[in-house]
Each structure stands twice: as C-alpha cells, then as structure tokens.
C-alpha cells in the first residue's frame, strides 16, 4: 500500500492527463464499477475518456482527485455539481450542489474522503452555494454522510429483472388490456424526439418530475431533496448526439390521447458496446389527470415487447424508483423487478458542515 503523506489532492484537469494517467484513471473507474455493478464489462480508455469530458450544459463541475507525490497512482475522486446559468431553473438551482466521492477501497478511513469533502465543501461556499446533497448506495458512504451530520432527504430502490424471468404472457396481457381501457390513446416511438414535438416533450417530463416530487412531499417520511433540473431542448439534442457517441441507444414510448396531447411516457437506454445485455430503465410516469386507465402499465408492456423483438442480448433491466412511488413500485414488482441496493440522497447546509470538518 503507498504511504498517504505525501497525498495530493488537486482539480482534476482531464485536459492535461498523460496518457498513463487515464490509464489509472481507467482502473481506478472500473474498481468503482466492480462494487456498484459487478456484473458489468471493464472499460476501455477510450470509453472512460468519453464519460468524463462529457459536459452537460444545465450543470457546472468541479472536481477533485487524490494522487500519491508522483501522480502515479489514484486514490480517490470527488465532484460538486452545480447549476449553470444554461439551466432554466438556474434561479432555483443556484444555491444548491451535489456532491459525489468515492474512494479505492485499500484506502478508504485514512481521511480521504474527508480531505477531498472539505475541498469540495470550500469551493461550494466559494461559489456561494448554501446546500448540499449526494447519494450513497453502499452502507460505507451512508456511514461518512452520518458522521458529518447530514440529515436522510430521499430513499430509493435500485431494482433489476431478468429477462429470462419476465411472463410474457401477462406482458401481452396488459397490452391488451391497456388499449382496450384506454380507447383512442396511440403509442408513438421515438429514439430521439424530433423537434416538431419537442416541447410537449419537455412539458410531459417537467409534468411528470413535479409528480414525483409531490409524492415524495406528500409522504411525509423524509425532508425534501432541494432543486429541480428539467430539461430544455439544447440539454436534450446536446445529451442525445453526446450519448450516441458512446454507442448508446435510447427507446422512448410516448402515449398520445384522443385530444392530441401527450399522457405518458417510457424510457430505456442500452449500450451493446460498454453493457451488453443490460438494459437500464428512465423515466416512466402518467400525468395526473390520465391515470387510472392502465396507461402505465402498457407502456411499460409494450418497452418490453419491443425490447425483446429487436435487443435479443438483453438480458436484465434496471431501474431505480423512489420509495414513496407506491404506483410504479407496485408495477415493477409484478413484472418481477427485485431490490438489489437501498440508495439513500443526503443533505447537509455548507456552513454547518464546513464547522464539523474543521479546518485541518
């Protein structure tokens, strides 16, 4: 194990890596990947530099690594993302970051993870950020946002379903079903919307984010996680090209009522060349107004359909979903989907957690 004396925790300037240190910076990706999703390929170099100069116009990112003296060797990562002045709800955004660390498991309760939160924690004050959240998936990171005072404000589950154990009988079933209750209502597809829709696109996913967080409020089991992202047609065409460039590809299912106005909607994305076989699910959701007609359930059914048919390597899907979605939670179970992680997003004031840090 290298000594940690002589850590260096600097920004992390993709633009001047050597290329031995995307190479670390490489293994050091694929490590974190083997504990969140074990089942999952290596990436290559290339794939890895993809991920990390992708840039999404609603959000500015500021990074931290932790090198030994020699630039040699990673161990550990950390980024605050911001809202940018590109986001539409920058106003409402601005005061808020969110914070991702992960640390190589050889060196982790060796005050890593704490010298790059307090790095990170002081560029946010900079920046006149006033609140804080991340999301931790393994018990070791819920136990470092504890320490540090901060407070549970959203769980969700990670959940996956093998293919293999999909009934497709009740598949069909349910697509059946689903254009019977819901008369006049047709299915449009789409693997990228085209801009003569794009508006009632991003309305209908505006729509559909409020109604998750108007669940989650209602519950009253947790604090509310801060800030609302949306969409807009230059982050969606600009996530689109950069996600094809990866070799992803993206199947959207659109429910459109006799009315001519979007009802609801379903996602996937799938990467033959980084994930095969893996299928992970996006937004799903029905407007308030047009559910209790099994809208949800036949977009759901009909993804799945169609998944089959044109991706035979698919072999799982995983989707996550807040605790508090009791509607999509019940869906998801009865086509088989099983927990496999407990997310939980955690929030803490800058100030406050700047005072538990110290100033060491």
Not at 7 to 16: D, N, Q
Not at 27 to 39: D, F, G, K, M
Not at 204 to 224: K, N, P, V
Request: proline letters at 3%; a negative charge; hydrophobic letters at 30%.
């Amino acid at each position: 194990m290298s000594s940690l004396k002589d850590a260096k925790y600097e920004p992390f300037e993709v633009e001047k890596f050597t290329q031995a240190q995307w190479e670390e910076v490489t293994r050091y990706h694929n490590e974190v990947q083997a504990w969140l999703s074990p089942e999952l390929p290596e990436k290559s170099v290339e794939a890895i530099k993809q991920i990390y100069t992708f840039k999404d116009p609603r959000r500015d990112v500021h990074r931290v690594m932790a090198w030994d003296g020699s630039r040699e060797k990673m161990y550990g990562a950390g980024g605050l993302y911001t809202s940018s002045t590109k986001d539409p709800k920058h106003e409402e955004n601005k005061h808020i970051g969110t914070i991702r660390i992960t640390i190589r498991e050889p060196y982790r309760r060796q005050k890593v993870a704490t010298n790059i939160l307090r790095q990170l924690a002081r560029k946010a004050k900079e920046l006149g950020i006033t609140t804080l959240q991340g999301n931790a998936g393994l018990e070791s990171g819920k136990a470092f946002c504890r320490k540090y005072g901060a407070k549970v404000a959203a769980r969700a589950f990670l959940s996956r379903m093998k293919i293999e154990d999909v009934d497709f009988d009740m598949v069909n079933q349910w697509r059946k079903e689903g254009e019977k209750k819901a008369e006049g209502v047709v299915l449009e597809r789409y693997s990228t919307i085209p801009e003569e829709h794009i508006d009632e696109f991003i309305s209908l996913t505006t729509e559909l984010d409020e109604l998750e967080r108007e669940i989650a409020r209602d519950s009253g089991e947790e604090e509310s996680v801060e800030g609302h992202f949306v969409l807009d047609a230059e982050s969606y065409y600009h996530h689109a090209r950069e996600s094809a460039k990866r070799g992803e590809e993206t199947v959207i299912i659109l429910s459109r009522e006799p009315d001519g106005g979007y009802s609801g909607m379903t996602l996937v994305d799938y990467n033959r060349q980084t994930e095969p076989g893996k299928v992970r699910q996006g937004l799903t959701g029905v407007r308030k107004a047009y559910q209790g007609r099994g809208i949800g359930k036949w977009l759901k059914a009909e993804m799945l359909a169609f998944l089959k048919e044109h991706y035979p390597g698919m072999t799982e899907i995983d989707t996550g979903n807040a605790t508090t979605n009791a509607p999509m939670l019940s869906i998801n179970r009865r086509l088989g989907f099983q927990t496999i992680r407990d997310d939980e997003t955690f929030k803490i004031g800058v100030d406050e957690l700047l005072e538990r840090l110290g100033s060491a």
